[in-house]
């Protein structure tokens, strides 16, 4: 019953992805963390346990993106290989403090993170463009940014990236597939760097490896990539603006939960 769940999570998630350009994570996140509280995992754990898990799927589901994008001629690989060793560095340093902070406190952090998701997206608010790519130097400043935020949500780096490369004037289109392409390295490092903060704690259940649950993993990606080209063809024949207000408010409701009760 448990596997069926992360299934029905991975297709929700896919679908939202496809619907509205962003990671599944905001939604994998916050109904792993109930699953695994359902299971009896220590609070002190299942927090970290979320995230990490969240992090491993999008391994799977970046990868097939960035194929997609990849064949469309969308992604520019020299932004990505520019933001690369930025992203590593960012993702593993947040990977390593947040093993530090209790679960309970890091569910409110994630709880008023969901809050000011939803206010951008009801809002539908956007950086003022620059126009100016920034140096070397300035691009992987960004990805260190982009990588320690995204550890800290379980999210593969769209919600912060793409707003970053709309400020530097790329087409909305170009942003969405370079994000996706960031998001391989965030992942990555994420899943790898959770793998050995959990090491030897014993409050983990069997079949984790340190912070990673791999039977959530496995359900979620099982579903997750193929429901996404479900959204995606969604978009074009539903109302893409009232949909973003309608998981907004279930981002409300999300974030809510987690810091009042």
Same mark, same amino acid.
């Given at each position: 019953?448990?596997?069926?769940?992360?299934?029905?999570?991975?297709?929700?998630?896919? %679908?939202?992805?496809?619907?509205?350009?962003?990671?599944?994570?905001?939604?994998?996140?916050?109904?792993?963390?109930?699953?695994?509280?359902?299971?009896?995992v220590?609070?002190?754990?299942? @927090?970290?346990?979320?995230?990490?898990?969240?992090?491993?799927?999008?391994?799977?589901?970046?990868?097939?993106?960035?194929?997609?994008?990849?064949?469309?001629?969308? /992604?520019?690989?020299?932004? $990505?290989r520019?933001?690369?060793?930025?992203?590593?560095?960012? *993702?593993?340093?947040?990977?390593?403090?947040?093993?530090?902070?209790?679960? &309970?406190?890091?569910?409110?952090?994630?709880?008023?993170?969901?809050?000011?998701?939803?206010?951008?997206?009801?809002?539908?608010?956007? &950086?003022?463009?620059?126009?100016?790519? &920034?140096?070397?130097?300035?691009?992987?400043?960004?990805?260190? /940014? $982009?990588?320690?935020?995204?550890?800290?949500?379980?999210?593969?780096g769209?919600?912060? @990236?793409?707003?970053?490369?709309?400020?530097?004037?790329?087409?909305?289109?170009?942003?969405?597939? *370079?994000?996706?392409a960031c998001g391989?390295?965030?992942?990555?490092?994420?899943a790898? *760097?959770?793998?050995?903060?959990?090491?030897?704690?014993?409050?983990?259940?069997?079949?984790?490896?340190?912070?990673?649950?791999?039977?959530?993993?496995?359900?979620?990606?099982?579903?997750?990539?193929?429901c996404?080209?479900v959204?995606?063809?969604?978009?074009?024949?539903?109302?893409?603006?009232?949909?973003?207000?309608?998981?907004a %408010?279930?981002?409300? %409701?999300?974030?809510?939960?987690?810091?009042?009760?």
């Amino acid at each position: 019953m448990t596997f069926l769940l992360y299934l029905l999570v991975g297709a929700f998630a896919g %679908v939202l992805a496809g619907l509205f350009g962003i990671g599944g994570g905001m939604v994998i996140v916050p109904v792993l963390i109930f699953s695994f509280a359902a299971q009896g995992v220590s609070a002190e754990v299942l @927090t970290h346990m979320a995230v990490a898990t969240s992090l491993a799927t999008i391994v799977f589901t970046s990868l097939s993106s960035v194929r997609e994008h990849h064949r469309n001629g969308a /992604i520019d690989w020299s932004l $990505v290989r520019s933001m690369a060793a930025g992203i590593v560095i960012g *993702t593993a340093a947040g990977v390593v403090l947040i093993s530090e902070v209790p679960g &309970p406190v890091l569910q409110n952090i994630i709880g008023v993170f969901a809050l000011l998701l939803a206010l951008k997206m009801f809002t539908g608010w956007e &950086p003022p463009g620059k126009g100016d790519r &920034p140096s070397a130097l300035g691009l992987m400043s960004a990805g260190s /940014i $982009v990588g320690f935020g995204s550890s800290w949500f379980g999210i593969g780096g769209g919600t912060f @990236t793409v707003p970053y490369l709309s400020w530097m004037r790329f087409s909305m289109r170009q942003a969405v597939a *370079t994000s996706a392409a960031c998001g391989i390295p965030i992942a990555l490092t994420g899943a790898v *760097t959770n793998i050995i903060a959990g090491q030897g704690n014993d409050l983990l259940p069997e079949w984790s490896t340190g912070f990673v649950y791999w039977p959530a993993v496995l359900g979620i990606a099982l579903t997750s990539v193929p429901c996404a080209q479900v959204g995606a063809r969604l978009a074009h024949k539903l109302d893409a603006a009232l949909l973003k207000k309608l998981f907004a %408010v279930l981002l409300c %409701v999300v974030g809510i939960r987690f810091i009042f009760f």
